[in-house]
């Protein structure tokens, strides 16, 4: 049986340091998860620095899974398009950290 780890928190993006980890996980996460998948052209290009302007960018809707101070996960959600769930979120990215 695994261990749960009971020290990650799941909070609202709200600081800049967040973001910079949103940006940090969106990167590593999809480089080491799409390898062999995704061209490698593609995730090659893909750098920090981008992911990490695109998160501060667009930084509404974003939650960050925290280990400590550390981001290890984020999720990015939207309103439901279901007109009969108004309140409804639907996910539109996940990413985590593989470790």
């Keep these: 049986m ?15 340091d967040e973001l910079c980890g949103r940006g940090y996980v969106h990167c590593t996460s999809w480089q080491e998860a799409y390898r062999g998948i995704v061209c490698d052209r593609y995730l090659d290009t893909m750098t920090v620095e981008a992911t ?35 309140d409804a979120k639907r996910n539109g990215l996940l990413a985590l950290l593989s470790q």
């Design 2 to 16: 695994e261990e749960i780890n009971d020290s990650i928190v799941i909070k609202s993006a709200e600081t800049d």
């Design 52 to 86: 990490t302007a695109r998160a501060r960018n667009f930084p509404d809707n974003t939650l960050v899974a925290k280990d400590g101070d550390k981001v290890v996960g984020f999720a990015v959600y939207s309103s439901s398009r279901d007109e009969d769930l108004p």
